[in-house]
């Protein structure tokens, strides 16, 4: 008997398609590979050219004064942390809804994360959650442009501002997003990117921070490279001569490659064609999945243009047969391969041992028990997306209640 392509593949019926399509990939070309090989041939595999023109690249597609690159996305907000002076101590306020990085970066300066609530349409840091959970101790804001959306940035600055906070912006999805037609990476303290192997764009590994603030920047830098210095201005010994550097401070190494920055800097030159083909395949999704009365999509607030890093349907639990686990079991069985972004950050156990408590942000517990996201990335073809559309369809029309 022939396998009916209406009964979802994990009740024994057809899936959608026989091979898999994967919830993220990177788009690598001719360019990137020659790029990568061109450093390999040079002089410098690291400290080298490719370092600064990919601080240059970023700051004119930002509009940041200063950019330091490092070697990935944690380590760019653990030298933000640094340079903020946030020590033991100190509180800094961030989102559950996150990887756990964005507050991993005060526990690395001793301070104390605190986690401010969702909003339960847009997914980003509630900024009246966010005033609430201030206290004498905060130091600083992490809000994270969750999905490649902006948070409400103007709120949260207003927030920043009158209780004297360093507004650090965790934009490791929003790499080409705008707030009120301003790029990404011109608006708070210190702005953080990741250029990890799914970001829109990628080195493999790779981070930046974006300032305003020459003191900040002067302090990155320091901080990137074990608190080594070779500027004269800095140094607490009087030079011995021209190979003398001084350590000024304790920090590590987080030093990014050329090959690393190569990759980066042929991928910004095609950052306007990703987004594009991001925005199309968002469209796509948002009209097919707006018509399925068993699925939440994710707000944005009118004040952002977003590069969409992530795509997140919301499986609503009062109008499914299914629970979220089988939900994502079922798009497996078809084919489509699925993650969850986040769990919340104090589920995990090492923060359990800290002591915080599952019922710390009702908003971010009940987003987590019904998140699924899609594949979604700029190389997805177009019958990919036609099926994953079609492989959602079935399971909520299959399972609707
Ligand atoms: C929101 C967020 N912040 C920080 C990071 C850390 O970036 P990286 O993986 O480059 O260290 C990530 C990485 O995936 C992230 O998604």
């Known amino acids: 008997?022939?396998?009916?392509?209406?009964?979802?593949?994990?009740?024994?019926?057809?899936?959608v398609r026989d091979n898999k399509v994967y919830y993220s990939h990177q788009d690598i070309n001719d360019d990137d590979i020659n790029a990568v090989v061109g450093v390999l041939k040079s002089n410098f595999l690291t400290t080298g050219p490719k370092i600064t023109e990919m601080e240059q690249k970023i700051c004119e597609i930002t509009g940041a004064k200063y950019v330091v690159a490092c070697s990935n996305g944690t380590a760019a907000l653990h030298i933000?942390?640094?340079?903020?002076?946030?020590?033991?101590?100190?509180?800094?306020i961030t989102t559950p809804i996150t990887f756990a990085a964005s507050a991993n970066c005060g526990l690395y300066c001793g301070a104390t994360p605190v986690f401010a609530d969702?909003?339960?349409?847009?997914?980003?840091?509630?900024?009246?959650?966010?005033?609430?959970?201030?206290?004498?101790?905060?130091?600083a804001v992490i809000p994270v442009d969750f999905t490649g959306a902006t948070v409400q940035l103007d709120e949260?600055?207003?927030?920043?501002?009158?209780?004297?906070?360093?507004?650090?912006?965790?934009?490791?999805?929003?790499?080409?997003?705008?707030?009120?037609?301003?790029?990404?990476g011109s608006i708070a303290d210190m702005t953080e990117f990741s250029f990890h192997a799914i970001k829109t764009v990628t080195g493999g590994e790779g981070g930046a921070v974006a300032t305003n603030s020459k003191e900040l920047y002067d302090k990155l830098m320091l901080y990137r490279t074990h608190g080594i210095t070779r500027n004269p201005e800095f140094m607490g010994n009087e030079s011995d001569g021209p190979w003398y550097y001084d350590m000024v401070d304790l920090a590590p190494n987080y030093r990014i490659t050329d090959i690393q920055a190569a990759l980066i800097c042929s991928q910004m030159d095609r950052l306007d064609k990703f987004a594009e083909r991001r925005h199309e395949i968002k469209k796509r999704y948002d009209a097919a999945f707006s018509k399925l009365p068993q699925l939440q999509i994710q707000k944005e607030i009118?004040?952002?243009?977003?590069?969409?890093?992530?795509?997140?349907?919301?499986?609503?639990?009062d109008k499914l047969k299914i629970d979220r686990k089988k939900f994502f079991e079922a798009l497996a069985a078809e084919n489509v391969?699925?993650?969850v972004?986040?769990?919340?950050?104090?589920?995990?156990?090492?923060?359990?041992?800290?002591?915080?408590?599952?019922?710390?942000?009702?908003?971010?517990?009940?987003?987590?028990d019904e998140a699924i996201s899609i594949p979604f990335y700029s190389a997805l073809k177009d019958e990919d997306v036609e099926d994953v559309i079609a492989a959602v369809t079935k399971i909520c029309e299959y399972y609707a209640l």
């Open 1 to 15: 008997m022939a396998l009916d392509k209406n009964i979802p593949a994990i009740e024994g019926g057809m899936p």
């Open 341 to 368: 972004n986040y769990i919340p950050v104090y589920y995990f156990s090492y923060y359990q041992k800290l002591g915080y408590k599952k019922g710390l942000c009702p908003n971010a517990e009940s987003y987590y």
């Open 118 to 139: 969702i909003n339960p349409e847009t997914y980003q840091i509630d900024p009246a959650d966010v005033e609430r959970k201030i206290t004498d101790k905060t130091k």
């Open 302 to 317: 009118p004040e952002t243009d977003s590069v969409r890093h992530l795509y997140i349907i919301r499986v609503k639990a």
């Open 80 to 92: 933000a942390c640094m340079a903020a002076g946030i020590k033991e101590g100190d509180e800094i």
């Open 156 to 184: 949260i600055r207003e927030i920043c501002d009158r209780h004297g906070l360093i507004l650090i912006e965790d934009a490791a999805h929003s790499f080409g997003s705008k707030y009120k037609n301003k790029m990404v």
């Open 337 to 339: 391969m699925c993650n």
